[in-house]
C-alpha cells in the first residue's frame, strides 16, 4: 500500500524533446524523492524536497534536469532536450519525516522513459 | 563519498533451497535498509536495521547488521517462487544537519525455479 502516484507510466519521446513528469505523494509525507533506475541497476538518487523546499540535488544531474514541488504536495520532474541516454525509469518516493532514525521510503510505479 | 555493494549480483537456486545476499559499505552507516523489487514492479521496504549485530527475522527472511555496522546480510530459508525478485539494500547519505538521502545498491536478483 504504497499510494505514491506517478504519471504517465511510460513516455516515448524523441531526442532533443522536452518531457514532464508527475509525481503525488502519500498525502502526509512531507519528503518526496525522485530516483533514476536503469537495467540491472538499484535507483540512483536524482534530488529530494522537504515540503516545497528542494534541499539536495544530484551533483552528477545534468542542467537539463529540473523538479518542483510548489506547493509541498505534488511534484514534477522536467527534463529538457532528451538525449538517449536519459532512457530509464523515473521513481518518485515519499516518507514522514522525521520517523525514527531514517525514514522508510514508498515507492511509485515509476515512470518508463524511452528516448528515441 | 559513500558506496553500499552488494554480492552477488545474481543468484539462481532450486525452490526449497536457502539464499544469501550481502551488502558492504564503504562506511559506517547509521542504519541500513533493505527493500525488494519484484520483476516489472517498484521497490518495497522489507526493515531497517538500527544496532551493531542486530538480528532481524521476517518469517523466513533473516536480517543482520554487521557489528562495526559497515556490512549487511540478508538471508532467506528454503526459497520459494514468491522470493524471485532484486533486493536492495540502503544506507543514508548524510550531506550536513538532517539532510540525507538513501544510497542503493545494485542489487540482488534471485531467480527460484520450481
Known amino acids: 500500500d504504497t499510494g505514491v502516484s506517478q504519471d504517465p507510466r511510460h513516455k516515448i519521446t524523441k531526442r532533443g524533446q522536452n518531457v514532464t513528469f508527475r509525481c503525488d505523494p502519500i498525502?502526509?509525507?512531507?519528503?518526496l524523492y525522485w530516483y533514476r533506475q536503469t537495467l540491472g541497476q538499484g535507483p540512483e538518487f536524482l534530488t529530494y524536497f522537504q515540503n516545497e523546499a528542494q534541499l539536495e540535488k544530484s551533483r552528477l544531474l545534468s542542467d537539463r534536469f529540473s523538479a518542483e514541488r510548489p506547493k509541498g504536495s505534488f511534484s514534477t520532474l522536467e527534463i529538457q532536450r532528451t538525449e538517449q541516454g536519459d532512457s530509464a525509469m523515473y521513481l518518485c518516493?515519499?516518507?514522514?519525516?522525521?520517523?525514527?532514525?531514517?525514514?522508510?521510503?514508498?515507492f511509485g510505479s515509476g515512470t518508463q522513459l524511452s528516448v528515441l | 563519498g559513500q558506496q553500499v555493494m552488494q554480492i552477488p549480483q545474481y543468484q539462481h537456486v532450486q525452490e526449497g533451497e536457502d539464499f544469501t545476499t550481502y551488502c558492504n559499505s564503504s562506511t559506517t552507516l547509521s542504519n541500513i535498509q533493505w527493500y525488494k523489487q519484484r520483476p516489472g514492479g517498484h521497490p518495497v521496504f522489507l526493515i531497517q536495521?538500527?544496532?551493531?549485530?542486530e538480528v532481524k527475522k521476517q518469517k523466513r527472511l533473516t536480517f543482520q547488521f554487521g557489528e562495526a555496522k559497515k556490512n549487511s546480510s540478508l538471508h532467506i530459508t528454503a526459497t520459494q517462487t514468491t522470493d524471485v525478485g532484486t533486493y536492495f539494500c540502503a544506507g543514508p547519505t548524510w550531506s550536513g544537519g538532517s539532510n540525507y538521502k538513501l544510497t542503493f545498491g545494485k542489487g540482488t536478483l534471485l531467480t527460484v525455479n520450481p
Open positions: 498525502s502526509e509525507h512531507n519528503r
Open positions: 518516493a515519499s516518507s514522514r519525516y522525521p520517523s525514527g532514525v531514517s525514514e522508510k521510503l514508498f
Open positions: 536495521l538500527v544496532k551493531s549485530g
